[in-house]
């Protein structure tokens, strides 16, 4: 799949421009007839809940009605903010092998059964310490079921949930990577003493097509569902590099 991203990647500057991936796309309009009146342009990073909000674009620090009919908007700080609360989080619970143990609470008595990675970054970071007039704390005493330090205002537009995220980014999200890093090290002696040392490092993909095998008598489409060869997929040598010892 072209353009996938692994949820696993502790990277924070992958997951930054991943999470960015909607910057400046336009907005479809929906007025008070419930009539789609066409695009509106926005200047942001996105997460909008409907494919056809009713309001505006809310930032952070200009919280308005917006908050309850429109959608959120993410600054470039804010998004750097979520990028290293969810870092945090793969750090925590991965690594994940399958997108549903990555998306889903865990089956535990702790914080990590409250939420998935995904949300407790969203509420460790851009949903955390909102205006209080649109955040005020949800009375147990109406409700005795509901979680420790709920808000009213959950669940509205202006505060981010993981299904506005992985409605705009699910389809590019992958628990595995097929092209992968491998670096090497020798060295040779000359009896205990080492005369000289390498490395080097690879880039490598895994492509669909099965290594060749005189056995298989399969055909060719039904290799590629499910390789007849007991060598599995090709391995392609993108890049190679020899490289210093200050770099490793």
């Known amino acids: 799949m072209d353009g996938s991203f692994n949820v696993n990647s502790t990277s924070v500057d992958a997951w930054e421009a991943f999470l960015s991936g909607t910057l400046n796309l336009p907005v479809r309009k929906l007025n008070e007839k419930g009539v789609i009146t066409g695009f509106e342009n926005v200047t942001g990073i996105r997460y909008p809940r409907a494919a056809a909000p009713m309001g505006k674009g809310m930032k952070t620090e200009a919280l308005d009605e917006n908050y309850w ?5 993410l600054t470039a700080t804010e998004v750097r903010t979520l990028a290293t609360s969810i870092v945090d989080e793969i750090k925590d619970r991965g690594p994940f092998l399958t997108l549903g143990s990555f998306v889903n609470r865990k089956l535990a008595d702790d914080k990590n059964g409250k939420s998935g990675a995904l949300q407790a970054a969203l509420d460790n970071s851009v949903n955390k310490d909102l205006d209080p007039d649109f955040q005020s704390p949800a009375n147990p005493s109406i409700i005795p079921t509901l979680p ?3 808000n009213q205002g959950s669940g509205f537009p202006g505060q981010l949930l993981q299904g506005d995220l992985l409605q705009a980014l699910g389809p590019y999200m992958t628990v595995h990577s097929d092209t ?4 090497a090290y020798g060295e040779a002696k000359s009896g205990n003493t080492v005369t000289a040392k390498a490395y080097c490092e690879a880039v490598v993909q895994r492509l669909p097509d099965p290594v ?17 060869s007991p060598f599995g997929r090709r391995l392609s040598i993108v890049s ?4 210093h010892e200050a770099e490793i």
């Open 69 to 73: 009919n429109g959608f959120r908007e």
């Open 148 to 150: 420790a330090n709920s």
């Open 180 to 183: 992968f890093t491998i670096r």
């Open 212 to 228: 060749i095998s005189g056995a298989s008598t399969g055909t060719a489409p039904s290799n590629l569902i499910v390789a007849a």
């Open 240 to 243: 190679f590099r020899w490289m």
